[in-house]
């Protein structure tokens, strides 16, 4: 009953606030004049918004084919609810915690643009001057929309449906805002260190892998760990959508139609392919037969792995970049301890490592030539500064990241129990969450 009460509450209380929203927030005090936007780099980054949002959908097969049948629905079911709760999240508060004015470079100021107040089509954000703010703000939505469904894959198959809508919740208000706001606020703290992340590696992979590993260790091991993928058919469905709308995530963040878009459209597909051939070659150096599963996870880390450098490499640093982050995830996968901590789809191993991986390696090989924004190049050119920036970002995130997710799980489950009982986990979640099965 408390529960009902809480969630009519909350419902009611964004439905009505945004009703009034525009008389119950005050008027921007600044005139801005309007900016002339460029068209194509405008329909260029509306084509973008929507493939990233592809992307959360393609995790939901992607990871929805690797667990057990009496759980695929209920793990589609948890990337489905991240494009709902986040959405409007992110128009009520987050935007503006991870864009508003900068405190301390920590955090945003939300109160300017709660409810997306003074985020319209006359204004432009300083980095992406080309196109409408409103414009901007949904593309970055869609990067928090997929950062905490990244996390799912951790504990598949053992968590409550609301305790993760509310971990999820918490986890971008405390955990993606302050990361957002540090790596791309012109005034964060890592931005104004210097340190280079494209598109997401440390915002939104190192973070949900760090946040992957602390909710496995958390929530404790499955009851049966071993259980055979439900549709790998759907496995490499989702690889295809996934590999497909990164071409949104990772070009899309030249913020224009222009030669930097390509750029790193290029590194974005050589990267996955190199990644996708070593996992398949080294399964079958190591005397496993060549899998689709092996093939689709190997693509996905080298996706994940070029994303920080994708705009500031040339394309054969991205081969290596895609080759060297597989064999590094493929180990990780044969080595972690699965006795111990039941990480079910190796989101740590392949995410958290993987995106680790692509922020060394853009320290190594990040180019003026390629992308004349780089004030420092990386070790390859000769300056180590960058190399270092990037090390202690690294160092930052991870600490954090475990640190505060691991709070935020002891929160949620103090609030509500996370995990599901013995008897709801063998008999599914996709029943006994949502009663429904395939």
């Known amino acids: 009953m408390i529960r009902k009460i809480t969630l009519s509450l909350i419902l009611i209380t964004i439905l009505v606030f945004a009703f009034f929203s525009n008389t119950l927030l005050p008027e921007n005090p600044s005139a801005v004049r309007p900016v002339l936007f460029d068209s194509g780099d405008t329909a260029w980054m509306i084509v973008a918004t929507a493939l990233v949002l592809l992307m959360t959908p393609g995790l939901g097969f992607f990871y929805g084919g690797m667990v057990g049948k009496k759980n695929v629905i209920s793990t589609m079911m948890q990337s489905f609810m991240a494009m709902v709760i986040v959405s409007v999240l992110w128009v009520l508060i987050g935007y503006g915690l991870s864009f508003g004015p900068s405190i301390t470079g920590i955090i945003g100021n939300p109160m300017p643009n709660l409810f997306f107040r003074n985020v319209g089509t006359t204004t432009a954000w300083p980095l992406a001057p080309t196109i409408p703010l409103l414009l901007f703000a949904l593309f970055q939505a869609k990067f928090a929309i997929i950062t905490p469904a990244l996390i799912t894959g951790a504990f598949a198959e053992r ?208 180019s003026k030539t390629v992308n004349p924004s780089v004030t420092d190049q990386g070790l390859l050119f000769g300056e180590t500064t960058l190399f270092y920036h990037q090390l202690l970002a690294l160092v930052c995130v991870s600490v954090f990241a475990f640190a505060m997710s691991y709070l935020l799980f002891f929160v949620v489950n103090s609030i509500t129990p996370l995990r599901v009982s013995e008897e709801k986990e063998a008999l599914g979640l996709d029943l006994s969450q949502h009663g429904e099965y395939l």
Do not use: E
């Not at 459209?265 to 050589?270: A, I, K, N």
């Not at 994303?307 to 597989?326: D, E, K, L, M």
């Open 159 to 366: 968590i409550r449906f609301w305790a993760y809508l509310l971990f999820m919740v918490l986890f971008i208000l405390f955990v993606y805002t302050p990361l957002a706001h540090c790596t791309w606020h012109p005034n964060g703290i890592f931005f104004k260190m210097g340190v280079l992340d494209f598109a997401g590696g440390t915002v939104v992979h190192m973070s949900a892998g760090w946040a992957a590993l602390a909710g496995a260790i958390f929530l404790g091991k499955r009851k049966v760990q071993k259980v055979n993928p439900a549709r790998i058919t759907y496995v490499l469905l989702g690889t295809g959508l996934l590999w497909f709308g990164w071409f949104g995530f990772n070009a899309g963040s030249a913020m224009g139609a222009n030669g930097l878009a390509a750029q790193a459209l290029g590194t974005t597909t050589v990267a996955a392919a190199a990644a996708a051939m070593t996992w398949v070659f080294l399964d079958k150096i190591i005397g496993h037969k060549p899998s689709a599963m092996g093939a689709c996870i190997g693509t996905v880390v080298g996706l994940v792995a070029i994303t920080p450098a994708a705009g500031f490499v040339s394309i054969p640093h991205a081969v290596f970049i895609g080759g060297f982050a597989s064999l590094v995830s493929n180990f990780v996968v044969r080595k972690f301890p699965k006795g111990k901590i039941d990480d079910a789809l190796d989101v740590f191993a392949c995410h958290g490592v993987g995106g680790m991986t692509g922020m060394v390696l853009t320290g190594v090989f990040a």
